[in-house]
């Protein structure tokens, strides 16, 4: 199958394309019979009524990516990963969160649940999900050297394409067949950040016969970690609202926590008291200082990765043709943290009697000092090792597609995908029952080994035991899908052909896991526990060139799930072309996103965060809530409680756009789409980044945990046993409930605009553009309570800007990408939320060696991203749950790369 775009926006339409031989117009006319496009499912048309943005293949040479994933910055569209991280937050890691899905539209939630509402396809087909907790398509699957292009198809797609396509389709086009060798070569150092370096290398071998052609891709690149001691706008300090700054973490190499001080006022063994008139006694002082609890985090985590990228195209006979994609590929992702630490609960000696009895020989007149809740750091014990977080996955798939030209006009198309993935994700922690049995002691362990104020004295052994400790989840992932497609005309209409694309698809998937927080290596040992569900469907296309000027097409898909039902989707589009050189479309559709087998799973787990709070501390100290209620009473301990909430609904959307392209000479093109998208049922998970989420989700934070709501939370919870353990429900601050359910709904609207300018002259190729969007509606309801989210946490204006030139072997070209102003998720320490815009500047240089040249084959590229080394904005944080900056960047970055091809 022949994959290509139609309606093309061009992201970067450069002055760096390569010229090519011009085939016969014959041979042109029968290719472009072939050629199925992003968006259709019928051979020869064009996508109705919808806009195709386009990555092209000489785009993705000058960007000089060294992941797929990188390349998704070039779209403006795509909220997540343009002009910002392309990669999730590391914190979002310890929540499952490994993987990064596209988010069109800036959708809310889109990266939080296990699905995608972008679906993401290679070669037009499906590919089997990666990710622990996750259903998501790893996009750096494909190594860029394989990559051809890259299409955006910006409307729901569920007509054609089923399940997630919601905002949209990503359609990652792959070299059709490949001749020769050739060998590509990339590093990448930052010049502020200096940690951060990279390295990639790739080699492609091909090779072609008279029916067939056969190549593969070896691709590895590896990436250095950074800390955000490294990055000069990153801090663990936060600031109070006279902008005094301090650290709030306690579990620190000096202990941080309270005292009792016990007042001897008599001789008899009673005769202690705590009560603040007598002299230097009280029930609470605090001891040590808090500390920087930031800066030994990760900021951007080492990362390792190997792919193997295969493709067989091979003529069986004058009528049958196979084609055949395979793919493998590893990733491992390392991240460190602070060292561990311990909160230690208080002495049980409350009463004097009890004191008098523990220090029978204190001085009548003296103070005795009884520890409270004191937490504090592993590390001064030399017995400590700092044991990093490790995510990764291992995945591979084939998809065998057989197409047979039944007539010289009707072609039936049969594909098939099987793989699987296997994915691990382990996070050290403290065997928070033994530490404090090493404390106070227990049944089998003495008290007294392990002292909060003297770590570096206790044994090696104990430390060992403590820390034997981890958060530990595999999940591996099935899928197997058929699909068969038949496609041809119909009649003769004013404007050509009627034509009908109709289908049968049955996909199976299936998710099993097991988790354990236990010894380090103990998961090893466990079941795992698995589910599975199908779906069958059909569908059908139907192209209508009505007259010579107006195209009207129509589609809809029948899906009927093992697990939730059924569920029907229509499309309808139109295009007119009035005069030469413009075109004016529009569409409606409905699409949806089914739960995932994972979501089937209904894993619900829970992870402490502790050491974040000081009992009876300040409110820099303790949990927000804008409520006002209190939260003061207890706890240091935050218990968060993650996966998927039961009876989990599909999310549908009902969406519509209008749009023109214009092209009326050869070197200018612009055009604009207004989309509109109502979104309901959404699947998400509370983000409590969002201070709104306080006010519009209350019941999702819990404050003062009673021991009977701790006991009915842990019965709900997968690991609930082990939690129970660890903490009791008085060392419990705040309970945090970011299980997914059908809690959200959005309404968005908004503008897309691109021009473009390419002409040649006696000075070279120049080319210009520009490709943004404009969000014009976000108002999101979660749980009933709605709030206009236009602008905040993203900017509603973004937008990319290039100038190239080109001549000879000499190329260059400057990339800016604008991101406007926006409002923060969270307050700065004096509660302003408005933030700057944010501009970066990218410049590219490349050189290729002619044919004269005794280096033919050769071409060299200097980038450098960040030209003008902009920092995102630095902001006062009240707390530390939020980075101290807004935008993201790793800072001026330079890359080197090399292509030889032969």
């Known amino acids: 199958m022949l994959l290509a775009t139609s309606c093309i926006t061009p992201v970067l339409w450069s002055a760096a394309a390569t010229a090519q031989t011009a085939p016969s117009d014959e041979a042109e006319a029968a290719a472009d019979k072939e050629i199925i496009v992003t968006g259709t499912l019928i051979r020869g048309t064009q996508v109705t009524g919808s806009q195709t943005i386009s990555v092209a293949p000489q785009d993705i040479a000058v960007k000089g990516a060294i992941s797929t994933n990188d390349l998704l910055g070039l779209i403006p569209q795509i909220s997540n990963t343009f002009n910002g991280r392309f990669e999730g937050d590391p914190r979002g890691f310890s929540s499952g969160i490994s993987i990064t899905k596209p988010n069109l539209r800036n959708v809310p939630s889109s990266n939080q649940t296990s699905g995608a509402l972008t679906l993401v396809l290679i070669d037009g087909m499906r590919a089997t999900p990666v990710g622990v907790n996750q259903a998501a398509i790893d996009v750096d699957l494909i190594p860029p050297v394989v990559m051809a292009g890259i299409d955006v198809v910006t409307d729901g797609g569920s007509s054609l394409y089923g399940a997630d396509a919601v905002a949209g389709v990503l359609n990652f086009r ?26 990639n290398g790739s080699i492609l071998a091909g090779k072609s016969w008279n029916s067939g052609n056969f190549y593969v891709a070896v691709n590895h690149d590896e990436r250095t970690e950074v800390n955000n001691r490294d990055v000069p706008w990153n801090s663990g300090l936060v600031y109070n609202a006279a902008g005094v700054a301090s650290f709030n973490f306690t579990q620190c190499n000096t202990p941080v926590g309270t005292e009792a001080r016990w007042f001897r006022f008599g001789p008899g063994a009673a005769q202690f008291t705590n009560n603040p008139a007598a002299p230097g006694a009280g029930p609470s002082f605090p001891v040590g200082s808090p500390c920087d609890g930031v800066s030994g985090n990760t900021y951007m985590p080492k990362q390792t990765r190997t792919n193997v990228f295969a493709k067989l195209t091979q003529q069986l006979g004058d009528t049958l043709d196979l084609s055949v994609t395979a793919y493998w590929s590893k990733r491992d992702t390392e991240f460190t943290s602070v060292p561990r630490g311990f909160t230690a609960a208080g002495s049980p000696l409350t009463t004097g009697a009890l004191v008098g009895a523990a220090f029978p020989n204190a001085a009548v007149g003296s103070l005795t000092a009884v520890p409270g809740g004191t937490s504090f750091s592993f590390a001064p014990n030399a017995a ?45 922690n403290v065997d928070t029952v033994k530490a404090q049995c090493y404390i106070t002691g227990c049944t089998g362990i003495n008290a007294g080994q392990l002292n909060p104020f003297n770590v570096a004295a206790a044994s090696g052994s104990v430390i060992a035991d403590i820390i034997n400790y981890e958060n530990a989840q595999d999940m591996n992932q099935k899928m197997f899908m058929l699909r068969t497609v038949a496609d041809g005309p119909l009649f003769q209409l004013p404007g050509g052909d009627a034509k009908l694309a109709v289908g049968l698809e049955y996909q199976k998937n299936w998710a099993a896991t097991r988790l354990n927080a236990g010894p380090v290596g103990a998961i090893a040992s466990l079941p795992f526990r698995e589910v599975s569900r199908n779906a069958k469907s059909f569908f059908g296309e139907v192209s209508l060139p009505v007259t010579s000027f ?15 039902g059924t569920t029907t989707n229509p499309n309808l589009g139109l295009t007119l072309t009035p005069v030469t050189g413009l075109k004016i479309f529009a569409h409606w559709n409905k699409s949806f996103n089914a739960p995932t087998a994972i979501d089937n799973l209904a894993i619900s787990t829970g ?53 023109f392209e214009a092209n009326p000479i050869d070197s200018v093109r612009f055009g604009a789409n207004f989309y509109s998208i109502d979104l309901k049922n959404a699947l998400g998970n509370l983000n409590p980044a969002d201070q709104s989420t306080y006010t519009t989700n209350p019941n999702l934070y819990t404050y003062n945990l009673t021991s009977a709501q701790y006991s009915a939370i842990l019965a709900g919870l997968t690991n609930g046993t082990q939690l129970g353990a660890q903490q009791v429900a008085s060392n419990i601050a705040i309970v ?7 809690l959200n709904a959005a309404k968005l609207e908004g503008v897309d605009f691109n021009a473009s300018f390419n002409k040649e002259t006696d000075l070279g190729q120049i080319g210009l553009g520009v490709n943004g969007t404009y969000a014009t509606r976000a108002r999101v309801i979660a749980n009933g309570v709605g709030a206009d989210r236009l602008n905040v946490g993203s900017s509603r204006f973004t937008a990319a800007t290039f100038v190239s030139w080109r001549k000879g072997p000499l190329s260059t070209r400057v990339t800016v990408n604008y991101s406007g102003k926006a409002r923060d998720e969270a307050p700065d320490n004096v509660g302003n ?3 700057k815009a944010f501009t970066m500047t990218n410049v590219n240089f490349g050189y290729d060696f002619g044919e004269k040249s005794a280096l033919n084959g050769l071409s060299l590229r200097l980038i450098v991203d960040n030209v003008f080394d902009v920092e995102p904005q630095r902001v006062n944080r009240l707390n530390t749950n939020n980075p101290p900056y807004f935008r993201w960047t790793l800072g001026r970055v330079i890359k080197l790369g090399a292509t030889f091809q032969m």
């Open 384 to 428: 400590y090792v700092n044991t990093p977080t490790r995510v990764g996955f291992e995945t591979w798939g084939v998809s065998p597609e057989l197409t047979w030209a039944v007539t010289s006009d009707w072609q039936v198309r049969a594909n098939a995908h099987f793989g699987k993935s296997t994915n691990y994700q382990s996070f050290p």
């Open 607 to 659: 992870r402490f965060a502790c050491g974040i709070y000081v009992p009876n501390g300040t409110a820099a100290q303790r949990p927000n809530d804008p409520l006002g209620r209190d939260t003061s009473k207890q706890g240091s301990c935050a218990l968060v409680l993650q996966g998927s909430s039961p009876n989990l609904k599909p999310q549908t959307a009902n969406s519509w756009a209008v749009g």
């Open 550 to 564: 107006a195209v009207f097409s129509g589609s809809i898909r029948h899906d009927d799930y093992s697990d939730f």
């Open 174 to 199: 792959t070299l059709p067949k490949f001749d020769g060798i050739k060998v590509d070569g990339n590093v990448g150092f930052g010049t502020k950040i200096k940690r951060h370096q990279t390295w």
């Open 833 to 835: 939320v408005d933030r």
């Open 736 to 742: 945090v409930d970011t299980r997914t359910s059908n």
